[in-house]
């Protein structure tokens, strides 16, 4: 059945198909957040004449490449076209070690292809009516002359140098940084996504996050159990809409020093 389906480099040309692609799925991406992700990403894409049906991302962050958007029109699916799709986005990180978001669909096909769970994705969302009373110590609006200490804390947290996605968000959201951590904000789907949030301890992430939380804005926050953040992010008003799988291929990064992952730059981006 995907006999005449061919693959290519994925361009910006492609992203209104692909985008058509995740509308089908129920994601709520809009056409400049898959900008966005190509902006931090080589791809691929499967074809069937001019007809987008597939597609898979491989984000280049150093020491560790995180492979996202794999999608597959509902259509072809399973024919293989997405472990095509998936060996096609693998090959382009060479040996780098590699994550990604499952969903439970996808998580048989990876563990064939030699992912491992590490841990969960918790996405939270909608509007924060009631935020807690927090002490924010001396956060300020971080500019570009801050995008390298940015990303050292980034890279203390979760061991991989994403200073070209920090870049980013500088240019379309806003960053808040302190001594004890950062938050970003930037547009997303239905509204905006907060993340990543990278903090030295629980209180200092909540700051960050109340702080950047915009009145009647619709909010999503992707975070991990281990944060200890989900109940309260419900007690704010977000509801969690989802979880999902972490897994990795390869050694795992090493230990933060002193930084922690409060929440994710996105649940497909880690």
């Known amino acids: 059945m995907t006999a005449d389906i061919t693959l290519h480099p994925l361009t910006d040309a492609h992203l209104p198909g692909a985008h058509a692609l995740s509308k089908q799925a129920g994601w709520p991406h809009r056409l400049e957040d898959w900008h966005f992700a190509l902006t931090l990403s080589r ?23 995180a492979i996202n958007l794999i999608i597959v029109d509902e259509a072809l699916r399973g024919h293989g076209l997405g472990r095509r799709l998936m060996e096609a986005a ?27 769970p590490t841990g969960a994705v918790l996405q939270y969302q909608g509007i924060m009516t009631a935020v807690p009373p927090v002490h924010s110590p001396g956060f300020r609006l971080a500019g570009p002359g801050e995008l390298e200490t940015l990303a050292a804390m980034d890279r203390d947290a979760i061991g991989a140098d994403r200073t070209l996605a920090l870049k980013e968000i500088l240019k379309a959201g806003r960053i808040l940084i302190g001594e004890a951590g950062f938050g970003a904000i930037r547009p997303f789907g239905r509204g905006k996504v907060i993340g990543p949030v990278v903090a030295d301890d629980q209180p200092t992430a909540l700051a960050l996050i109340v702080a950047l939380a915009e009145p009647g804005t619709f909010i999503r926050i992707d975070t991990m159990p281990e944060t200890g953040l989900g109940e309260v992010l419900e007690q704010c008003g977000l509801d969690r809409v989802g979880i999902e799988a972490r897994m990795a291929r390869g050694p795992l990064p090493p230990e933060p020093v002193r930084f922690s992952r409060f929440a994710a730059l996105s649940q497909a981006l880690g």
């Open 90 to 116: 693998m090959a382009l990180a060479g040996d780098t070690p590699l994550y990604l978001t499952a969903t439970s669909d996808g998580q048989p096909l990876y563990e064939k292809l030699g992912f491992v």
């Open 43 to 65: 791809g691929v894409v499967s074809m069937e004449g001019d007809r987008v049906t597939g597609t898979a991302l491989c984000s280049d962050f150093g020491d560790r490449a």
